[in-house]
C-alpha cells in the first residue's frame, strides 16, 4: 500500500461494510480509503462488537460505527439513514462479507444442511441486493457512484474445499450484473472484485485454505495479491479513474485466472511423483 494519498477520493463519503480486525480485507481497504481522503460509516454483524475490534478502525480514521445486520432490512434502512445524515449522501459502498455456515462445520457439498445453506446465501450474497436496495429507497445513494464487492473466482470454477460458497459468490457476481444495469441509469457503477486467496479471519475457516492459497501462489506468475494490493484496486474502482466500468468481475489475483500450469507446479509434481 502507498504510504501518502494523492486524494483520489477526497469529498467522497460512503459505507465499508465487514470490517472485523487488522486481518480483514475491509480493514485495508477502510485505510487506504481514507488515506486517499474519503468519509465512512464502518459497519458490521452486531455479533462483531465482541469478536473484532472495529472501534480502533473507527478511531484512527476518525469513523463513526454503526452495527447492522446485513440480513436485515430495518437495519440497513437505518444504516444507511444516519449515514445520509451524517455525509449528505452516500459516494460509495464496499461489500466485503461472506459467511459458508456448511463450510465452517466441514459439511460436504453432497450434503449440505440447507438451513445453513440458505444463511449462507442470504449473508454471503443476497446481502448486496439488501444493501443497494436499501441505500436507493432511504434516498441515501448519490447519482454517479460506485459500489465494490468482493468475490473469489470458485464463482467460475471448483475448488472442493470451496463447497458452497462458490455457488454464493456466483450469485454475488449476478446480482451485481442484474443490479448494475438498473443502477447504470443513475451513473452508478458495481462491480466486483475475484481476489486471490487472502489470509483473513473468513479464510481461515475453510478446510484446506492453505493448500488453496500455495496452490494459488505457485501458479499466479505474480504470486497471490495481498490485502494492502487490494486496497489500493478498490480505492481505483471507487474513484473517477474508473467511471465508465461497471457490472464486471475483475480479477485481482497476480494473474492466476489465465494460467493453466506453471513451471513451479510442474517441479513440485515431478518432485512428489520421484519421492
Known amino acids: 500500500m502507498a504510504d501518502k494519498?494523492?486524494?483520489?477520493?477526497?469529498g467522497k463519503s460512503g459505507v465499508i461494510?465487514?470490517?472485523?480486525?487488522?486481518?480483514?480485507?475491509?480493514?485495508?481497504?477502510?485505510?487506504?480509503?481514507?488515506?486517499?481522503?474519503?468519509?465512512?460509516?464502518?459497519?458490521?454483524?452486531?455479533?462483531?462488537?465482541r469478536l473484532g475490534t472495529v472501534d480502533a478502525l473507527a478511531e484512527r480514521t476518525g469513523s463513526p460505527v454503526v452495527w447492522a445486520d446485513a440480513t436485515s432490512a430495518e437495519d440497513l434502512d437505518a444504516l444507511f439513514r444516519q449515514a445520509k445524515e451524517t455525509f449528505g449522501g452516500v459516494d460509495f459502498v464496499v461489500h466485503s462479507i461472506g459467511m459458508g455456515m456448511n463450510v465452517r462445520k466441514d459439511r460436504p457439498y453432497e450434503d449440505l444442511d440447507?438451513?445453513?445453506?440458505?444463511?449462507?446465501?442470504?449473508?454471503?450474497?443476497?446481502?448486496?441486493?439488501?444493501?443497494?436496495?436499501?441505500?436507493?429507497?432511504?434516498?441515501?445513494?448519490?447519482?454517479?457512484?460506485?459500489?465494490?464487492?468482493?468475490?473469489?473466482?470458485?464463482?467460475?470454477?471448483?475448488?472442493?474445499?470451496?463447497?458452497e460458497m462458490g455457488d454464493?459468490?456466483?450469485?454475488?457476481?449476478?446480482?451485481?450484473?442484474s443490479y448494475g444495469y438498473?443502477?447504470?441509469?443513475?451513473?452508478?457503477?458495481?462491480?466486483?472484485?475475484?481476489?486471490?486467496?487472502?489470509?483473513?479471519?473468513?479464510?481461515?475457516?475453510?478446510?484446506?485454505?492453505?493448500g488453496m492459497f500455495d496452490f494459488a501462489d505457485r501458479l499466479a506468475p505474480l504470486g497471490n495479491a495481498d490485502a494492502a494490493s487490494c486496497a489500493d484496486y478498490t480505492v481505483t474502482l471507487l474513484s473517477d479513474l474508473t467511471r465508465m466500468v461497471t457490472m464486471q468481475t475483475l480479477f485481482h489475483d497476480g494473474g492466476f485466472s489465465a494460467m493453466g500450469i506453471s513451471?513451479?507446479?510442474?517441479?513440485?509434481?515431478?518432485?512428489?511423483?520421484?519421492?
Open 168 to 177: 454464493a459468490k456466483a450469485l454475488l457476481e449476478s446480482i451485481v450484473r
Open 182 to 210: 438498473r443502477l447504470g441509469r443513475r451513473g452508478i457503477r458495481i462491480n466486483t472484485i475475484s481476489q486471490s486467496p487472502t489470509r483473513t479471519t473468513a479464510g481461515s475457516g475453510i478446510t484446506g485454505f492453505d
Open 263 to 275: 513451471d513451479a507446479l510442474i517441479e513440485q509434481l515431478k518432485n512428489a511423483q520421484g519421492s
Open 5 to 10: 494519498g494523492h486524494g483520489l477520493l477526497s
Open 17 to 49: 461494510f465487514g470490517a472485523l480486525n487488522e486481518s480483514s480485507l475491509a480493514w485495508a481497504i477502510a485505510e487506504a480509503i481514507h488515506r486517499e481522503g474519503g468519509r465512512f460509516v464502518l459497519t458490521n454483524a452486531p455479533i462483531a462488537k
Open 114 to 163: 440447507y438451513d445453513w445453506y440458505h444463511k449462507t446465501l442470504d449473508i454471503s450474497a443476497i446481502s448486496l441486493h439488501r444493501v443497494v436496495h436499501s441505500a436507493e429507497t432511504t434516498g441515501a445513494l448519490n447519482d454517479g457512484g460506485s459500489i465494490v464487492a468482493l468475490s473469489y473466482i470458485g464463482a467460475q470454477r471448483v475448488f472442493s474445499k470451496y463447497s
